[in-house]
């Protein structure tokens, strides 16, 4: 009886386990809120914001916490909305921000120029967390690729080719990129090249592609090292 | 009785219930796991049958490639040479995307590109000189039997695969298309797979390995180039440094402000020059400032640039981002703008520092230059500019034409139907070299 029991919880987890995955996929689509707990430079905008019009009297850090949340909470009551210390759509528009939104559609300005939006996904998706100069020599690397003969000849190409990054093939290339990616793509596009002209780059501490490992390195930035090729 | 009811309700949910439960599970599962599995046969198929789709447009191309060769061994119409040579042009570069999109890392298939790249941007020079009125040399005639020969092979080659079903239909798990079996387009020290192609183009061997010109002076070692940067980046000291040997080989520095902004800077191992300077700037604004802080700007950038021993550089184009003015200054030399000597300038918008700098393209190509006076006058320039353009501003400038050719043109800046264009015309032969339009976007800016 007692084994049957079990199997009966066993089938009821499974369900359980099932019916979760079912929802945390549908909450992955959903739009980002700032909450307490958010950080990033979408909060750094916020307590901007907030600090230039008197809500907020604390440090402009990025990090969503009691303080923010309070500030929050006096605008949104100033303001006739629902004050409930979460920055949604609602409170976002009054206060003139875009917030980003989980899934891949792009957000304002960069709608304008796909290349570059491309661009600063890759880098996200490939070099966030690196140095801000690690994260325009991956920009000018794509970049150099797109110049040289031996790549496809446009943006989309040379980071869609196949095997090329490997957050194209994990799909991180389709995170929305945060403001520093952008501005890192941005002086790429303007022609920052800290590389001087590299074609490749990896991470030596993981990479296992031995014709990569054989290329001479020509600097190293952060976590990647960079080569001309031969 | 009770007992006999609770024990009987006891094997009711043991007996029925549970095994029914696990029933429904399984069924379930096994459900869920059909459509999963028929879901994911859809996906293959799909990224299966594009890929299928590129590899025999990538063959019909090759073919028409090889046709459009031959035929031009055999053409003696200056007009139908033109035709041929365009149409290798397009058929190169529908390659070329074609190439890119069959699953096949650039290991595999980098050569390839790189040889049908250089096919089309070869036929697109000899249009050029075609058009110019030159014929073609004995050395463009061995050159184009030799692509002939060699396109017929890979596109032999190519179609062979198609035919034998040699499309790898489980490619979307490997990226091994068009090798693994074989390296014959893989990339290899040497680059005796393919034919070497002599000519003036910008994916041409020697526009690939061109030197910077603009480098030259005395070698300087790590102590002289970390007090030029110490002064250029105006910083007290460095938290690393280290060295490069990229296309120009450099010392690099790097540092960090008391207000926590980062600098990077990177001088030449050879003349000690200025490569670039990359920081931020304090504030955050963008858009297009007012005329009189544009002025500003500008001459913040000039002062600095003439600082450095930049002289005689003007403001073409400004850009407006993260609290920057980007501007470009070109060179200027017998009152004609030199587009390839570019130098960027970038200026903190509230302090009007100095806070970026790129000379590189000035490093690759400034040379001392014997630029002519031109034979027409502006006036005999601007009777060939199309009637439909209402002039507005007109300049000299010494515009590329190929990697290694510049043009003393007259330039017109005028607009048409309220868009912008420029348009250059050949201060001495009168023809049209070049038509620009003008993209304005809300943080650029032309400041010719």
């Known amino acids: 009886m007692a084994k049957d029991t079990g199997h009966a919880k066993f089938a009821v987890t499974l369900a359980l386990a099932l019916a979760l995955c079912v929802l945390l996929q549908s909450a992955a689509y959903a739009a980002s809120v700032l909450k307490v707990g958010s950080s990033g430079d979408e909060v750094v905008t916020l307590q901007t914001k907030l600090k230039r019009w008197g809500y907020y009297t604390g440090s402009i850090d990025g990090k969503f916490g009691t303080q923010t949340k309070k500030a929050v909470v006096y605008f949104q009551q100033k303001n006739g909305l629902v004050a409930d210390g979460v920055v949604g759509p609602a409170t976002a528009k009054a206060m003139g921000m875009a917030l980003s939104t989980s899934s891949s559609g792009s957000s304002g300005a960069s709608n304008s120029n796909s290349d570059l939006y491309l661009l600063a996904r890759c880098v996200y998706g490939e070099a966030r967390g690196e140095p801000y100069k690690g994260q325009v020599a991956v920009a000018a690397v794509i970049l150099n690729r797109v110049k040289s003969g031996e790549f496809p000849d446009s943006i989309s190409g040379v980071i869609y080719q196949s095997g090329a990054f490997d957050a194209v093939k994990d799909g991180q290339v389709n995170l929305t990129p945060d403001e520093t990616s952008i501005k890192a793509a941005t002086d790429a596009m303007n022609g920052w090249d800290p590389t001087n002209g590299c074609l490749f780059y990896y991470n030596p501490a993981t990479s296992t592609n031995k014709w990569m490992l054989s290329l001479p390195v020509t600097l190293s930035i952060g976590r990647h090292n960079f080569c001309l090729g031969n | ?257 008391e207000d926590g902004r980062e600098v990077d800077i990177s001088i030449t191992k050879t003349g000690g020059l ?34 450095q021993g930049y002289e005689s550089m003007k403001a073409t184009y400004a850009q407006y981002y993260a609290g920057t003015a980007l501007i470009n200054f070109a060179y200027v030399e017998n009152d004609a703008i030199v587009y390839n000597d570019l130098i960027k300038v970038w200026v903190d918008r509230e302090t009007r520092g100095i806070v970026g700098a790129d000379a590189r393209n000035y490093l690759f190509s400034h040379v001392e230059r014997d630029i002519p006076a031109p034979t027409l006058s502006k006036e005999e320039a601007e009777a060939k500019v199309s009637v439909n353009l209402d002039i507005e501003s007109s300049e000299l400038a010494l515009i590329p034409v190929t990697p290694t050719k510049e043009r003393l043109c007259y330039e017109f800046k005028g607009k048409c139907d309220g868009d912008e264009y420029i348009v250059y015309i050949d201060a001495e032969t009168g023809e049209e070299q070049q038509i620009f339009v003008i993209i304005n976007t809300e943080n650029g800016q032309l400041t010719l």
């Open chain 2, 1 to 257: 009785m009770k007992y006999e009811k609770a024990e009987k309700a006891g094997h009711i949910i043991t007996r029925v219930i549970v095994p029914l439960a696990l029933v429904v599970a399984v069924v379930s599962l096994a459900f869920w796991g059909t459509q999963q599995r028929a879901l994911a046969d859809e996906y293959k198929n799909t990224a299966t049958n594009m890929y299928k789709r590129a590899f025999n447009e990538l063959c019909t191309d090759m073919n028409d490639l090889q046709t459009a060769l031959g035929k031009l061994r055999v053409v003696t119409s200056p007009t139908q040479n033109v035709l041929l040579l365009d149409d290798i042009w397009r058929i190169s570069g529908s390659c070329v995307s074609m190439l890119s999109q069959i699953p096949s890392s650039h290991l595999d298939v980098g050569e390839l590109n790189l040889f049908i790249t250089r096919v089309g941007d070869y036929a697109h020079a000899l249009t050029k000189k075609a058009l110019a009125g030159e014929t073609a040399s004995d050395e463009d005639r061995d050159q184009l039997d030799q692509l002939y020969a060699r396109c017929g092979e890979i596109a032999k080659d190519l179609n062979d695969r198609l035919s034998v079903g040699d499309v790898p239909v489980a490619a979307i798990t490997s990226d091994e298309f068009l090798t693994a079996v074989d390296d014959t387009y893989a990339s290899t020290e040497d680059e005796s797979k393919f034919p070497t192609l002599i000519y003036d183009g910008p994916f041409s061997e020697s526009t690939q390995k061109q030197e910077a010109r603009g480098v030259t002076g005395d070698e300087v070692d790590m102590d002289k180039a970390r007090e030029l940067a110490l002064k250029l980046a105006d910083i007290p000291s460095f938290d690393s440094e280290g060295d490069s040997n990229g296309k120009i080989p450099a010392y690099d520095f790097h540092g960090t402000y």
């Open chain 2, 274 to 307: 200025l490569i670039w300077l990359m920081s931020s700037a304090t504030g955050t604004a963008s858009g297009i400032p007012d005329d009189a802080t544009v002025e500003e700007l500008k001459k913040a950038a000039l002062d600095w640039l003439s600082a």
